[in-house]
């Protein structure tokens, strides 16, 4: 793991020690509390071309694609909570609908950031090690997608 991605681990966890005084029982974690504390609006609509974008002009809000199932709604919602905390810069949308493709280097950071977010490593390890659960019981409980879920266990 490079230094930026350890980075965005990091800033991952702290936002999560931060909020979980005011998430009660997680997994789930609660992006709603979370975008919150940060003073984040989140809207949704069914687009083609992006899965989220963020900006911090007028407002700080973040713009999902409602057509996304809810796991991928959830990471690309986190996804963009990384870019926001770890102060990377806004998204843009180009006048044809596509957005700006990111540097690769801040994209990745934003996936580590979300896969934290939302799969945060402690967590799952505990429930590991508990034992029978399987896969698709456990991305039920993180309400994440199985691809995510596969991505983050294969770190472990
Ligand atoms: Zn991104």
């Given at each position: 793991m490079t230094n930026e991605e350890k980075e965005a681990k990091i800033a991952a966890t702290e936002l999560l020690s931060a909020t979980r005084p005011l998430m009660g029982?997680?997994?789930?974690?609660?992006l709603g509390v979370i975008c919150k504390v940060l003073g984040i609006e989140v809207y949704a609509m069914p687009c083609s071309s992006f899965g989220a974008v963020f900006s911090r002009?007028?407002?700080l809000f973040i713009l999902a694609n409602s057509n996304l199932k809810p796991g991928r709604f959830r990471f690309s919602v986190a996804h963009e909570l990384g870019h926001f905390t770890l102060a990377h810069p806004s998204s843009f949308i180009l006048a044809d609908g596509k957005r700006v493709q990111g540097d690769a280097r801040l994209e990745r950071q934003a996936d580590i950031f979300a896969s934290e977010l939302l799969l945060p490593e402690s967590l799952l390890r505990e429930d590991l090690k508990r034992g029978g659960v399987s896969a698709s019981d456990l991305s039920k409980r993180y309400r994440v997608s199985r691809q995510a879920l596969d991505i983050k266990l294969r770190t472990l």
């Open positions: 029982d997680v997994p789930p974690v609660s002009k007028p407002t």
